[in-house]
Every structure is written in C-alpha cells, then in structure tokens.
C-alpha cells in the first residue's frame, strides 16, 4: 500500500490482483471525486477482483492519504490535466500499459484525460455520475447554473446530502451510511466554496466535437443526483460516439456507494462487450 512520489506529488494506491491470481489479468483504475478516497470502490474492488480483473484504487491529490491541495481549494494545481496524469503515473509505476479507467465526480477528469489525451492507454472509461472534461452544450448550461447556485450562497454538496433521497437511502441502510460517515471522518474535510473557476470556465468555454471519440465509454446517471443532473448525463453521452448509458433508479450522487448491485453489472457488462471487440 505504497505512497511514493509520482508526477511531482505524493500519491497513495493500492493494486489488488485478481482472486485467481492470475498473472495477465486486465486492469481497472478507480478514481474517486471530490471529498473521498480509495474507500469509496470497496464494493468494486472486491467484486471484480472476484470476476478476474486487477484492480487498483487510488487517493487524488489533497484526498485520503496523497499530499497536495485538493482540487478547487488554496494551493490545488490549477491545470485539470493533473488528474489524468497521475492515473498514468501510477500505471506506468504498476507497469499497466492500458486498463479500463473508472471515475466518479471529480475522478471524471481521470477518464476523459485519458481519454482524450493518451486513448492507447483506455481499454474503455466509466464515467459514474460525472461529466467532467466534456466540453458541451450541456456543460455550459450546468456550469453557468452551479457558478449562479454556489455565488448565491447555495451548498450544494450539503444539499445533496439531505434530500428526500438521501434520506430514505440511509433508513434503509442505516449500515452502510454509517459506514460512508465513518470513512469520510477518516480525512480532512473539505472547507468553503469550491469549483468556482472550473464552473466559470465551463460556462464559457465553447463545445467541441466528439463524433470522432474512439474510446469505448459508458456514461451511469442516478436518477436523484442533485449534483451531476440526470439531464447533464445523458445529453454529454449522447454528444461521445459511441457511448453508453445506464440510468440508476433511486440513487444519488455516490451511485457506486448507494446502488453497487447495478453499477456493478452495468460495468462488468459494457467491460466483457468491450473486451470481446
């Protein structure tokens, strides 16, 4: 469970082989959003290492056990490209020339940069509840719409976290959101508005054209997500050739925490159809 310098920073990961141990097992990279850390995979980890893959969870910089600021807070690395390469970094450390690369929120940077920066290195990317590095109609319209909510004084990652939702997730799995609470504890929390000149630049920056996009993708919306809105999905998957979208009943924007039985097959699916290609 090493913590060692790559891409001039301190990165923590962890690479879970396969429960077959099997030497030539395709990868997959978790990177997790805003606020979390390696722990928020644990029921992919598990879970897919038991389907033969490796699997290898990572803490973004400022998060969990890495060093750094995190991003959109004082000292963070202005230059999104950051994101995706650290995830090759770590790769390359591992000796993975290409793996299935996996992000939630924030970690949609990691998938989208490899995407569209070093395709050869993605078998495919998941994009669960984010968008992030697609540049879209959709992405304007939602940047221009959180910069209004979080200049207004809104918290909306304190509202995501008490909706109706969210809610009647915890009375049915008061386990669970106990666990999720006490992992979150783990770390230093993060302080104040945040995101504000990523939404600026989302607003502004113009659309581009992903008609020639050659990494297969699928896209997961929740279907009560108040961060990532349903709408924000499907539209950026509907901009990706080729991309995939799975809609999840019921859940918010910690899909993976909150509904694991359906992302999990909904990626173990699109990863075998890939993987036949």
Known sequence: MPIETLNGERLFFEDHHPA??????????????GGGSHMDWWRQAWFFRAKGYRCVVMDQRGCGLSGGAQSGTPGAVADNDVFYKDTLAIMDRLGISKAHI???????????????NQPARAVSIVMAATTFGFVTEASQRWGAHMLQQLTSGVDMVTNSRTSPQQERWRKAHPD?????????????????????????????????????FSVPSLFIAAADDPLQYPWLVKATAKAVHGAKLVHVPDAGHSVQWEAPEAVNDAMLSFFKQVERR
């Open 20 to 33: 077959n141990g099997s030497a030539n097992a395709t990868a997959i990279v978790f990177c997790h959003g």
């Open 102 to 116: 996996v992000g939630h929120s924030m970690g949609g940077w990691n998938c989208s940069g490899v995407a569209l």
């Open 176 to 212: 669970l959101a106990f666990l999720r609470e006490e992992i979150r504890g783990l770390f230093t929390p993060r302080v104040g508005v945040r995101g504000l000149d990523t939404y600026r630049r989302m607003a502004q920056e113009q659309p581009r054209d992903y008609s020639q």
